[in-house]
């Protein structure tokens, strides 16, 4: 727990909140040049003591629930950024995804400035549940060898990274080498790690309920369920129309709080050299 951070969020929180406003008294005990919510005003809205607030404030819960920082977060209207801040404050982890999050990521031009500074690296930005939101021209070139004489070709918009590992047949048998082996495994344990993550997202809900459903991809899903959830970072072998054969490492990162749905994907593709 970080008591320091905590207790400035949560003061400076409290002092942009006009009490009159949220339907409550001025509270006469504080001090004229006092501003916005005092500790006893929270309390009250939190249906708790003031006592325990104050505490709360200073660190000294040890371990809040979750239900008890989405309340105080409610309560002092935090966005998401903030509310972010106060899990990582109280609880050293990521606060789970908010109601009605299984939308995507807002795909605004600061993706694409990103993925561009990348270059001549490919690079795909996508949402939590790994479709493609922005990406730069090394990409869709890479795209476009990727879906070539797929049953289902499509632009990088539906790009679904985990689709195409695990489901695509062009992909899984004839251009990820080692699919079973490596591709698959690989796949599969960063399917079942995204889901960890966001239980509640129903695009990654029906996305795990499609491989598990496929007659190749199920079994090893389901295999790799006591593995760690962590992904392999070692290259993987490809063969790629134009390019040839060769092995491709692709590196996830996620963005800094307040970006948090998002994956960004740095992709480098290595030919064999010649035998």
Known sequence: MDKVGLRELLRQRRALLDPVDLGLLPDRGR???????????VAQLLFRTERWYGEFER????????????????????????????FVFALAQ??????????????????????DDFSPLPVVVTDLAWNAL???????????????????????????????????????????????????VSASL???YSLALHPANQQLQRLTAEVE????????????????????????????CQWGSGSLEIHCMRPFYGYRRAWISLLKFTPDGPS
């Open 94 to 115: 990521d606060p789970p995804d908010p109601v009605g999050s299984d939308a995507d990521e807002d795909s605004s031009p600061r993706w694409s400035r990103l993925a």
């Open 213 to 240: 459903s496929d007659p190749q991809a199920g079994p090893i899903y389901r295999a790799n369920v006591v593995r760690s959830v962590e992904p392999p970072s070692l290259p993987l072998p490809i063969k790629l």
């Open 59 to 86: 660190g000294g819960i040890e371990t809040p629930t979750s239900a008890v920082l989405e309340d105080v977060a409610r309560v002092l209207k935090m966005d998401e950024s903030e509310r972010t801040a106060l």
């Open 134 to 184: 922005a990406y730069n021209s090394a990409f869709s070139a890479l795209h476009d060898d990727l879906t070539a004489d797929d049953e289902n070709p499509g632009s990088p918009d539906r790009f679904n990274v985990i689709r195409w590992q695990l489901l695509r047949r062009e992909a899984r048998n004839r251009q990820l080498l080692d699919w079973e082996n490596s591709w698959a």
């Open 31 to 41: 001090r004229k040049k006092a501003r916005g919510l005092s500790q006893a005003q």
């Open 190 to 192: 960063q399917l079942r």
